[in-house]
T-cell receptor
Framework: AQKVTQAQTEISVVEKEDVTLDCVYE???????LFWYKQPPSGELVFLIRRNSFDEQNEISGRYSWNFQKSTSSFNFTITASQVVDSAVYFCALSERGRGSTLGRLYFGRGTQLTVWP | GAVVSQHPSWVICKSGTSVKIECRSL??????MFWYRQFPKQSLMLMAT?????????EQGVEKDKFLINHASLTLSTLTVTSAHPEDSSFYIC??????????????FGEGSRLTVL
């Protein structure tokens, strides 16, 4: 079963539009971590945020904001006033702490390709 | 943040040859390193977990004799693709977990290595 689901394969917006990338996860652990990474065309993974399962406060960092809702097992990512430089693939990922799991191992979603047009 | 360096960043080789990719943690010690593989426009799939001083743990379906992983020190893990074939062409990314960091999410990714087998 897919532990992390990113239903949106591709999203295209025009510059200055707001865009939300969805992420739904599945785990039986009570302690876990959620991540968002950005992968530009060059390939490297750029860390954006880490959130633990006990912290449901929404977070804002500049134009980026994250909405963590345990009730719906979602960790959505919103970019406000998008820019061309935001064009990239965005991955949501989960790390579990349960017995038998490999500490630090990440389960990645399939990624959402975001294209921002000028 | 901490730096993980991968080398080479890209490599082209002939079918049947072996290729070694290095993953180094430059300013921290990493007891555990993870090797991921990413096909074009696909998600990252964990190949194996590499623990310093012990044998790597491979994911189901990953041939351990083909993808040799060595983690000889706290700052270096290597992935050797033996007898490479065109289907091994992919983007390989390593990540390193800070020693003693538990599962707090202190993971750092390398820049990735793009392998093309002719």
């Amino acid at each position: 079963a897919q532990k992390v689901t990113q239903a949106q394969t591709e999203i295209s917006v025009v510059e200055k539009e707001d865009v939300t990338l969805d992420c739904v996860y599945e785990t039986r652990d009570t302690t876990y971590y959620l991540f968002w990474y950005k992968q530009p065309p060059s390939g490297e993974l750029v860390f954006l945020i880490r959130r633990n399962s006990f912290d449901e406060q929404n977070e804002i960092s500049g134009r980026y904001s994250w909405n963590f809702q345990k009730s719906t097992s979602s960790f959505n990512f919103t970019i406000t006033a998008s820019q061309v430089v935001d064009s990239a693939v965005y991955f949501c990922a989960l790390s579990e702490r349960g017995r038998g799991s490999t500490l630090g191992r990440l389960y990645f979603g399939r990624g959402t390709q975001l294209t921002v047009w000028p | 943040g901490a730096v993980v360096s991968q080398h080479p960043s890209w490599v082209i080789c002939k079918s049947g040859t072996s290729v070694k990719i290095e993953c180094r943690s430059l300013d921290f010690q990493a007891t555990t390193m993870f090797w991921y593989r990413q096909f074009p426009k696909q998600s990252l799939m964990l190949m194996a977990t590499s623990n310093e001083g012990s044998k790597a743990t491979y994911e189901q379906g990953v041939e351990k004799d083909k993808f040799l992983i060595n983690h000889a020190s706290l700052t270096l893990s290597t992935l050797t693709v033996t007898s490479a074939h065109p289907e091994d062409s992919s983007f390989y990314i390593c990540s390193a977990r800070v020693a003693g960091g538990g599962n707090t999410g202190e993971l750092f990714f390398g820049e990735g290595s793009r392998l093309t087998v002719l």
